[in-house]
């Protein structure tokens, strides 16, 4: 059974930080795409960040330079690095990955960005 559990998200002030967490299970990891998706209300769901099996990266244009997606395949866990965040960047953020044409996805964490 595939488990995408995210942690991390919360409040913080324009210019803040936080680190997001998406721990897995029922997967082998170490082959596995790993994607940070997010969703504000109103908004579709837009990919943010990507790191493939060997560790390239992929970040939609409105975070690069601010986030950083990383993942430590011993603890089958991807993590996003969230710096100088914005209102904008206020959403649902979830983690996701593609296994044999299906997608699964985590339940999401919310983070919202004060002005």
């Known amino acids: 059974q595939v488990q995408l559990v995210e942690s991390g998200g919360g409040l913080v002030q324009a210019g803040g930080s936080l680190r997001l967490s998406c721990t897995t299970s029922?997967?082998?990891?170490?082959?596995?795409?790993m994607n940070w998706y997010r969703q504000a209300p109103g908004e579709q769901r837009e990919l943010v960040a990507s790191i493939a099996r060997l560790g390239s990266t992929f970040y939609t244009n409105s975070v690069k330079g601010r986030f950083t997606i990383s993942r430590d395949n011993a603890k089958n866990t991807v993590y996003l690095q969230m710096n100088s965040l914005k209102p904008e960047d206020t959403a649902v953020y979830y983690c996701?990955?593609?296994?044999?044409?299906?997608?699964?996805w985590g339940q999401g964490t919310q983070v919202t960005v004060s002005s």
């Open positions: 996701n990955t593609q296994l044999a044409g299906t997608n699964y």
């Open positions: 029922g997967i082998f990891f170490t082959t596995q795409t």
